[in-house]
């Protein structure tokens, strides 16, 4: 079975650091993107940060870049998402997301169920 | 940015009937080299994930009922729900992953007359 499994959540001050980690089961994880998508309480998604599957080139939205990146381990099937400066506003539950290409410009085929990120002094 | 909008916010529908809901891009997620549209629906019910439905716009993804359909291209689309079901309460969102930065639709709540 196709899975992603998400972990690292947890409360954060403003300003601080959080590493989230996503494991990947069921699918040869070298060959797709991976993506991360995050849920404010009570609100729709957002779309966070890519990495492809082929170049492990990498994309953001602009409320993220230089806070946050996104890499992969491929041996050992995980993407992960380095939170700096973490911010209020950045307080979601964040989904990792399979794609269902290599690619990065492809719709994503299977979610996690999230892990919270919660940012508050 | 590509700015997606979702009519109606919400809808209330009788067990059996159609539901429609319609989503606009503010620029054509059309790709016209290979004639895909590159605009993805998903469906959360509550306390979940969200799950695939359609893709492509219009392609059924594996496992979700034929009720389901998507339409559309360019810059308007439309996810049918054919006969609610019960099981089908849940909030709706498009997704356009045709350019950066991706981004999704504000969500169509369904639910139950």
């Known amino acids: 079975e196709v899975q992603v499994l998400e972990s690292g959540g947890g409360l954060v001050q403003p300003g601080g650091s959080l590493r989230l980690s996503c494991a990947a089961s069921?699918?040869?994880?070298?060959?797709?993107?991976m993506s991360w998508v995050r849920q404010a309480p009570g609100k729709g998604l957002e779309w966070v940060s890519i990495?492809?599957?082929?170049?492990?080139?990498?994309y953001y939205i602009d409320s993220v870049k230089g806070r946050f990146a996104i890499s992969r381990d491929n041996p050992k099937n995980t993407v992960y998402l380095q939170m700096n400066s973490l911010r209020v506003e950045d307080t979601a539950v964040y989904y990792c997301l399979k794609g269902s290409s290599a690619n990065y410009y492809i719709n994503m085929d299977v979610w996690g169920q999230g892990t919270t990120v919660t940012v508050s002094s | 940015d590509i700015v997606m909008t979702q009519s109606p916010d919400s809808l209330s529908v009788s067990l059996g009937e159609r539901a429609t809901i319609n989503c606009k891009s503010s620029?054509?997620?059309?790709?016209?080299?290979?004639?895909?549209?590159?605009l993805t629906w998903y469906q959360q019910k509550p306390g979940q994930p969200p799950k695939l439905l359609i893709y492509?716009?219009?392609t059924r993804e594996s496992g979700v009922p034929d009720r389901f359909s998507g339409s559309g291209s360019g810059t308007e689309f439309t996810l049918t729900i054919s006969s609610l079901q019960a099981e089908d309460v849940a909030v709706y969102y498009c997704?356009?992953?045709?350019?950066?930065?991706?981004?999704f639709g504000p969500g169509t709540k369904v639910d139950i007359k």
């Open positions: 990495i492809s599957g082929s170049d492990d080139s990498t």
């Open positions: 997704h356009q992953h045709f350019r950066f930065p991706f981004t």
């Open positions: 620029q054509s997620v059309l790709y016209s080299s290979n004639n895909k549209n590159y």
């Open positions: 069921g699918f040869t994880f070298s060959s797709y993107a």
């Open positions: 492509w716009a219009s």
